[in-house]
Every structure is written in C-alpha cells, then in structure tokens.
T-cell receptor, first 113, second 110 residues
Framework: DTAVSQTPKYLVTQMGNDKSIKCEQNLGHDTMYWYKQDSKKFLKIMFS???????INETVPNRFSPKSPDKAHLNLHINSLELGDSAVYFC????????????FGPGTRLTVT | AQRVTQPEKLLSVFKGAPVELKCNYSYSGSPELFWYVQYSRQRLQLLLR??SRESIKGFTADLNKGETSFHLKKPFAQEEDSAMYYCALGPYNQGGKLIFGQGTELSVKP
C-alpha cells in the first residue's frame, strides 16, 4: 500500500537517449511534483501539477516534458539525455498547492553515461 | 530572493548530547517552514512544520522571524537520529513548491 511510487528505481542510459520515469500516488491528492536531487544532495523543484494542469515549470529545459494523464499519475519524459541530467528524481504529492505536507516517492536514480 | 541556507553540511555528535541543526531563510512574505528528514535508504518525510508547533521524536523548531531562522533542536541525540535533514520554505501561492536548503547530515556516534 505504498503511498507514492516511482518506476524505475534505477535507470542507466547513454547520452542522447530518451527515457521516462513514472510516478503514481494512491493518497487521493490533487497536486503532484517533480524534484531533482543533484550529486551534492541539493533538492530543487522542477514541476508542479494540480488536477492535471501545469502550475509550475521552474525554468527546466524543454527536453523535460511532464505529463499527467490523471490526478494520480505524473510522468516525466526526458529527451536527448545529457550527462548533467544524472541525478535522483523525486516525485511528491500533496493535497492542494497552498502549503502543507508533501509526500515523497522513493526516488529514481538516473545515470547518463 | 527566496533562499534557504543550512550552513553545516555535516554535524557529528555523541549520543546523549544536544543537537542543533541551523536553518536560515530569505523570504519577503510570511513564511511556511518545514523540516524534512531522510533516513538511510528511506524516502524523504516530513518531520516538523512550524505551523503545528509540535515536538516529533523529541525534535522542536521555533520560527524566529527577527533572525529569519528555523533551527531544529533536540536535547539528547539518539543513534537512530542519524539521517539527512532538510529545511524547506513553502512560499505563499507559488504552486506549492518547496525551496530546500542544502541539507545537513547528522551523525550520532555511540
């Protein structure tokens, strides 16, 4: 009964490839997020979706395209992967987007070689 | 600018010693502040939020608007407190995003 799940857990791929990371939450939340954690463990918001609508795009390159097919899912597709995309990507969800606790997934470690 | 600063990358204390993890923020509005914790091989989870003013696992944090600080304190550290701690700012009406500090790794030695 995992609250926020991500697949895959690990992803190793070569530069130039296209890859997707999936996120699902079963908490009944209406807002979902993607965060990127770099090698220094610094966490930074990438996107925020509320009821399938994009509400934050934090100046992320347009090689990154999030898609929310429904409130419970937020996927992240990355085109033309670069070395600098190597990081841990965390999905999170919350009830509403005007503050409050966010529930995080386990993370997806992406390594681009 | 909206920013959260955690000046210590690593904090090492002995079991039973007091611990204080520092957090300072920069935000022009009324802040909503959180402490999140990530234990080894576990996901990030909420430890405290300033609105609730409660003590979780013996930890407390007080918002000091004059000093723009939200330091996390525990009087007697336990080995199981060893983890990565993140202070986070939730700016009002900005899509729910959290602005995280760089994180402090707390190591409690026996």
């Amino acid at each position: 009964d995992t609250a926020v799940s991500q697949t895959p857990k690990y992803l190793v791929t070569q530069m130039g490839n296209d890859k997707s990371i999936k996120c699902e939450q079963n908490l009944g939340h209406d807002t979902m997020y993607w965060y990127k954690q770099d090698s220094k463990k610094f966490l930074k918001i990438m996107f925020s979706y509320n009821n399938k609508e994009l509400i934050i795009n934090e100046t992320v390159p347009n090689r990154f395209s999030p898609k929310s097919p429904d409130k419970a899912h937020l996927n992240l597709h990355i085109n033309s992967l670069e070395l600098g995309d190597s990081a841990v990507y965390f999905c999170a969800s919350s009830h509403g987007y005007r503050g409050g606790e966010q529930y995080f997934g386990p993370g997806t470690r992406l390594t681009v070689t | 600018a909206q920013r959260v600063t955690q000046p210590e990358k690593l904090l090492s204390v002995f079991k039973g010693a007091p611990v204080e993890l520092k957090c300072n923020y920069s935000y022009s509005g009324s802040p909503e502040l959180f402490w999140y914790v990530q234990y080894s091989r576990q996901r990030l989870q909420l430890l405290l939020r300033h609105i609730s003013r409660e003590s979780i696992k013996g930890f407390t944090a007080d918002l000091n608007k004059g000093e723009t600080s939200f330091h996390l304190k525990k009087p007697f550290a336990q080995e199981e407190d060893s983890a990565m701690y993140y202070c986070a700012l939730g700016p009002y009406n900005q899509g729910g995003k959290l602005i995280f500090g760089q994180g402090t790794e707390l190591s409690v030695k026996p």
